[in-house]
Protein backbone atom coordinates (compact mmCIF):
# COMPACT_ATOMS: atom_id res chain seq x y z
CA UNK A 1 0.00 0.00 0.00
CA UNK A 2 1.44 3.05 -1.11
CA UNK A 3 0.99 6.66 1.13
CA UNK A 4 -0.16 9.02 0.24
CA UNK A 5 1.86 12.48 0.40
CA UNK A 6 0.81 15.99 1.77
CA UNK A 7 0.52 18.21 -0.40
CA UNK A 8 2.29 21.68 1.27
CA UNK A 9 1.65 23.86 -1.80
CA UNK A 10 -0.83 26.75 -1.85
CA UNK A 11 -3.14 26.64 -5.30
CA UNK A 12 -3.43 30.42 -5.86
CA UNK A 13 -4.95 29.76 -9.21
CA UNK A 14 -8.44 30.88 -7.52
CA UNK A 15 -7.09 33.67 -6.04
CA UNK A 16 -6.29 35.09 -9.03
CA UNK A 17 -9.37 34.10 -10.93
CA UNK A 18 -11.46 36.13 -8.33
CA UNK A 19 -8.92 39.17 -9.19
CA UNK A 20 -9.21 39.07 -12.46
CA UNK A 21 -12.61 39.24 -12.04
CA UNK A 22 -12.57 42.08 -9.60
CA UNK A 23 -10.27 44.09 -11.72
CA UNK A 24 -13.25 43.94 -14.80
CA UNK A 25 -15.72 45.07 -12.43
CA UNK A 26 -13.80 48.11 -11.26
CA UNK A 27 -12.86 48.63 -14.85
CA UNK A 28 -15.86 48.49 -16.32
CA UNK A 29 -18.24 50.41 -13.31
CA UNK A 30 -14.96 53.19 -12.95
CA UNK A 31 -16.90 55.39 -15.67
CA UNK A 32 -19.92 55.95 -13.92
CA UNK A 33 -18.39 57.08 -10.71
CA UNK A 34 -18.46 60.70 -10.25
CA UNK A 35 -15.29 62.18 -8.75
CA UNK A 36 -15.69 64.57 -6.18
CA UNK A 37 -15.64 68.39 -7.20
CA UNK A 38 -13.65 70.80 -5.09
CA UNK A 39 -15.47 73.51 -4.14
CA UNK A 40 -13.12 76.69 -4.45
CA UNK A 41 -13.61 79.37 -1.97
CA UNK A 42 -15.21 82.55 -3.30
CA UNK A 43 -14.10 85.54 -1.73
CA UNK A 44 -16.22 89.08 -1.51
CA UNK A 45 -14.88 91.82 -3.24
CA UNK A 46 -12.30 93.87 -0.61
CA UNK A 47 -12.72 97.38 0.79
CA UNK A 48 -9.21 97.83 0.23
CA UNK A 49 -8.47 97.96 -3.26
CA UNK A 50 -5.39 96.08 -4.76
CA UNK A 51 -2.24 98.01 -5.18
CA UNK A 52 -0.91 98.70 -8.50
CA UNK A 53 2.33 96.62 -8.78
CA UNK A 54 6.02 97.96 -10.11
CA UNK A 55 6.56 96.25 -13.58
CA UNK A 56 10.07 95.28 -15.06
CA UNK A 57 9.80 94.99 -18.49
CA UNK A 58 12.21 93.10 -20.84
CA UNK A 59 12.58 93.86 -23.68
CA UNK A 60 13.12 91.65 -27.21
CA UNK A 61 16.85 93.15 -27.02
CA UNK A 62 17.75 92.20 -23.81
CA UNK A 63 17.05 95.35 -21.74
CA UNK A 64 15.32 96.44 -18.70
CA UNK A 65 12.54 98.83 -18.28
CA UNK A 66 11.17 99.57 -15.15
CA UNK A 67 7.36 101.60 -14.70
CA UNK A 68 4.86 102.00 -12.10
CA UNK A 69 1.47 100.92 -13.22
CA UNK A 70 -0.60 102.47 -11.03
CA UNK A 71 0.28 105.72 -12.09
CA UNK A 72 -0.96 107.50 -15.08
CA UNK A 73 1.44 108.86 -17.17
CA UNK A 74 4.62 106.97 -15.14
CA UNK A 75 7.80 107.42 -16.77
CA UNK A 76 9.48 103.97 -17.92
CA UNK A 77 12.68 104.13 -16.18
CA UNK A 78 15.94 101.82 -18.42
CA UNK A 79 17.79 100.04 -16.10
CA UNK A 80 20.17 97.38 -16.26
CA UNK A 81 20.45 94.07 -14.44
CA UNK A 82 22.79 95.98 -11.86
CA UNK A 83 20.93 98.87 -11.46
CA UNK A 84 17.45 97.17 -11.33
CA UNK A 85 17.96 95.74 -7.67
CA UNK A 86 18.44 99.73 -6.24
CA UNK A 87 15.81 100.83 -8.41
CA UNK A 88 12.98 98.48 -7.34
CA UNK A 89 14.52 99.03 -3.31
CA UNK A 90 13.94 102.55 -4.04
CA UNK A 91 10.22 102.06 -4.95
CA UNK A 92 9.59 99.81 -2.31
CA UNK A 93 11.16 101.80 0.42
CA UNK A 94 7.98 103.97 0.40
CA UNK A 95 5.93 100.98 -0.12
CA UNK A 96 7.09 97.89 1.16
CA UNK A 97 4.11 95.87 0.07
CA UNK A 98 3.75 97.05 -3.66
CA UNK A 99 4.05 93.34 -5.75
CA UNK A 100 6.96 93.38 -8.50
CA UNK A 101 5.63 91.92 -11.70
CA UNK A 102 8.15 90.27 -14.64
CA UNK A 103 6.84 91.20 -18.12
CA UNK A 104 8.93 89.88 -21.12
CA UNK A 105 8.77 90.03 -24.64
CA UNK A 106 8.08 86.45 -25.98
CA UNK A 107 11.49 86.72 -27.90
CA UNK A 108 13.42 86.54 -24.60
CA UNK A 109 15.13 84.02 -23.54
CA UNK A 110 13.88 82.39 -20.43
CA UNK A 111 17.40 82.49 -19.12
CA UNK A 112 16.75 86.34 -18.89
CA UNK A 113 13.73 86.09 -17.16
CA UNK A 114 15.26 83.87 -14.57
CA UNK A 115 18.38 86.07 -13.81
CA UNK A 116 15.94 89.15 -13.19
CA UNK A 117 13.85 86.67 -10.98
CA UNK A 118 17.10 85.45 -9.00
CA UNK A 119 17.70 88.77 -8.51
CA UNK A 120 15.25 90.31 -7.06
CA UNK A 121 15.04 87.31 -4.92
CA UNK A 122 18.07 88.02 -3.94
CA UNK A 123 17.14 91.52 -2.48
CA UNK A 124 14.61 89.88 -0.66
CA UNK A 125 11.92 91.18 -2.69
CA UNK A 126 8.45 89.21 -0.98
CA UNK A 127 6.03 89.98 -3.73
CA UNK A 128 7.24 88.76 -7.25
CA UNK A 129 5.02 87.78 -10.17
CA UNK A 130 5.26 87.60 -14.14
CA UNK A 131 2.82 89.38 -16.24
CA UNK A 132 0.95 86.67 -18.86
CA UNK A 133 -1.46 88.01 -21.63
CA UNK A 134 -4.47 87.01 -21.34
CA UNK A 135 -6.16 84.20 -23.42
CA UNK A 136 -8.92 85.24 -25.81
CA UNK A 137 -12.41 84.37 -25.75
Do not use: C, H
Not at 53 to 63: K, M, N, Q
Not at 110 to 123: C, N, P, S, T
Amino acid sequence: MRQRRLMNQINVVPYIDVMLVLLVIFMVTAPFLNPGTVELPSVAKSAQTPEAPLEVTIRADGSLALRERGRAGAPERTVTLQGLVPAVQEYLAQRPDQPVVIGADKDVRYERVMQVMDALQRANVRRVGLLVKPAPG
